[in-house]
């Protein structure tokens, strides 16, 4: 129940396409889910985060979609460019409660030239 | 922009040996996090450190780990018999006034390879 379940392991996109990274949750108690993106050599680094009061969230290309009923949210990369190929994580936790975040298992995104 | 580093980057150790990985957290921040990540596998919560106390841990963190802050600058994740399974990426994190939705910066990680 603690999982965050993230799909697609990898995607392949080409430059200026749409990247879409689902994620679904079992705990309702979730209730803050923050998306991390990870280049090689580095650690994973805050993208972007939405709260579930809101449906969507956009920053940028960036665009969090959020199904508080489906427990499922997901990434949209907008007009994707090589320097987006990373790896991207989902997280949950619960708000104003543990400082633990719980991850995903990752998606390698490429995007080709 | 400032940064949580670690060190070292890449640890190789035998099977039964104690192993320290050190952090640096950003300076004026008072909460710090380990997780780990197993190869192929997902980024798991370790540990979360405030007050010179830990505040929470994982079941994986059992008696063979232990964090210190040892100064006011650095903080270390001990592991004092080091087994196969230990084998992974440790990030060290940490973030500026704590809570579920504070960010917590991650440092480029410390992979312990354990022969």
């Known amino acids: 129940q603690q999982q965050v379940k993230q799909s697609p392991q990898s995607l392949i996109v080409q430059k200026g396409g749409i990247s879409i990274i689902n994620c679904a949750y079992e705990?309702?108690?979730?209730?803050?889910f923050p998306w991390y993106q990870q280049f090689p050599g580095k650690g994973p680094a805050l993208l972007i985060a939405?709260?579930?009061?809101?449906s969507e969230k956009k920053e940028g290309r960036f665009t969090i979609s959020f199904n508080k009923s489906a427990k499922q949210f997901s990434l949209h990369i907008m007009d994707s460019q090589p320097g987006d190929s990373a790896t991207y994580f989902c997280?949950?936790?619960?708000?104003?409660?543990?400082?633990?975040?719980?991850f995903g298992k990752g998606t390698k995104l490429t995007v080709n030239p | 922009e400032p940064e949580v580093t670690q060190t070292p980057s890449h640890q190789v150790t035998q099977m039964g040996q104690e192993v320290i990985l050190r952090c640096v957290p950003i300076?004026?921040?008072?909460?710090f996090y380990w997780y780990r990540q197993i190869l192929g596998q997902k980024v798991e919560f370790l540990v979360s450190?405030?007050?010179?106390?830990?505040?929470?841990k994982s079941e994986i963190f059992d008696d063979q780990f232990s964090v210190e802050r040892p100064d006011g600058s650095n903080f270390t994740l001990k592991i004092r018999s080091t087994k196969l399974e230990d084998s992974a990426m440790y990030f060290c994190?940490?973030?500026?006034?704590?809570?579920?939705?504070?960010?917590?910066?991650f440092g480029p990680g410390t992979r312990l390879t354990v022969l």
């Open positions: 997280a949950a936790t619960v708000q104003g409660g543990s400082e633990k975040l719980v």
């Open positions: 994190a940490s973030s500026e006034i704590g809570g579920s939705t504070d960010t917590q910066y």
């Open positions: 705990n309702t108690a979730f209730d803050y």
């Open positions: 450190f405030y007050n010179n106390e830990i505040s929470e």
């Open positions: 939405i709260r579930p009061d809101v």
């Open positions: 300076s004026n921040h008072l909460y």
